[in-house]
């Protein structure tokens, strides 16, 4: 949601045990996308539903 700050949903994901790229970090222009970029190392295919689950607990948080 555009209402988000993103350093503010980055700590809430980290306290969820979730770590994500924002876009700046992906823009070849370092511009502040508002987007995140997800990215599977090797995870068990059961926990990506539950970082999909602590990530939504987090943009939760972020706007309430």
């Known amino acids: ?13 980290e306290a969820e045990e979730v770590v994500y790229g924002r ?6 222009r370092d511009r502040d996308i508002r987007y995140l970029r997800l990215s599977f190392g090797y995870p068990k295919l059961g926990d990506i539903p539950i970082g999909i689950e602590r990530l939504s607990h987090a943009i939760y948080a972020a706007v309430s």
């Open 23 to 28: 876009g700046r970090e992906f823009d070849s």
């Open 1 to 13: 949601p555009p209402q988000i700050d993103v350093r503010t949903l980055a700590r809430r994901a």
